[in-house]
């Protein structure tokens, strides 16, 4: 039996779960056009919650305040606030819909979710690394690539902008 198997068939794995912001990360990653450069940033502020009701049904979900983006450089990420990137005075959250998963082997997981931002909702299946926590918390931890321009996030000065963004989470949850 794999290891996320193991976690899942557990008692004590069943229940709600809350998100520990203070111990996770959410940050993203996007080369230019001309392939020199990679913008990195992170969102700073986002919630969350997990459900597991049995071995095989879990859910879960993670909203993230889309004006808390930071790339270091305050020009940018007001740049990356306005209507034409994400527009966080109309659509101050993106989020993150778990609404399955089954383990894969060893330490990982696939989980069916989706992904919110600016009113609009795609597939995001996600390879997520689970790692049960000495202190009874679970780290999540997944990569995924997303076309940004699914989701009309058009900003793109002088073509600099890929379309293509890496995210990556580090979550913590733990049990309530």
Not at 54 to 83: F, M, P, W
Not at 100 to 121: F, S
Request: proline letters at 3%.
């Amino acid at each position: 039996m794999s290891a996320v198997a193991t976690f899942l068939s557990n008692s004590q794995a069943v229940g709600s779960w809350t998100l520990d912001p203070q111990q996770s990360s959410i940050r993203f990653e996007n080369g230019t056009m001309w392939g020199a450069l990679k913008v990195r940033g992170a969102f700073t502020e986002f919630s969350g919650s997990g459900e597991i009701t049995d071995a095989k049904t879990v859910s879960g979900r993670v909203d993230i305040k889309a004006a808390s983006i930071n790339t270091g450089l305050g020009t940018r990420d007001h740049d990356l606030r306005r209507s034409n990137f994400f527009n966080t005075d109309r659509y101050p959250d993106i989020s993150v819909v778990v609404t399955g998963g089954e383990p894969v082997g060893g330490d990982i997981a696939q989980l069916d979710g989706e992904l919110t931002v600016k009113g609009i909702t795609g597939p995001l299946p996600m390879k997520v690394e689970v790692a049960p926590l000495a202190d009874g918390g679970v780290r999540l931890t997944t990569e995924a690539t997303v076309t940004r321009k699914q989701f009309a996030v058009e900003g793109n000065f002088l073509g600099m902008v890929g379309n293509k963004t890496k995210l990556k989470a580090s979550l913590v949850f733990r049990h309530t």
